[in-house]
C-alpha cells in the first residue's frame, strides 16, 4: 500500500516510495522530499523505517534524516534513530540493504 507521501522530482519520476511499512530511498532521492516523507509518517505514526540499497541511498537517506529532525522541531518532536542490515529479494536477487528504524524521543 502506497500512501500520500509520495514524492516525484522535477521530472516527475518516483524516487521515494512510501509504504505501509518502509520509506525506500534512492540515490537519485531528493533529500528534502524524502526529510517530508519521514516527518510526515513521524507524525501521523511515530515510527517509520527507511531503507536505502548502495552508498549514494545511504547517502541521500542519512542527510534526510537530519533534514526532517529540523522539520520536526517546529512541532516540538525529536528523532532518533537506529541503523541495521537487512537482506531484500529485488528481482529474484538478494541485495543488503541498510535500514533505518526512527523513532521520537523526549525533548528536554
Known sequence: MTDQYNATNNHGDEH???TADVIKVSAK???TAVAGAIAGV?????TAEVQAIGAGA?????KALAIARG????DSLDIVFL?????????????T???FQVETRKTA
Open 16 to 18: 521515494v516510495e512510501v
Open 29 to 31: 532521492s531528493r533529500s
Open 42 to 46: 513521524i507524525r501521523e505514526r511515530g
Open 58 to 62: 545511504v547517502n541521500q537517506a542519512v
Open 71 to 74: 522539520y520536526l522541531e517546529r
Open 83 to 95: 541503523p541495521y542490515f537487512t537482506e531484500v529479494d529485488i528481482d529474484g536477487q538478494e541485495r
Open 97 to 99: 540493504a541498510v535500514r
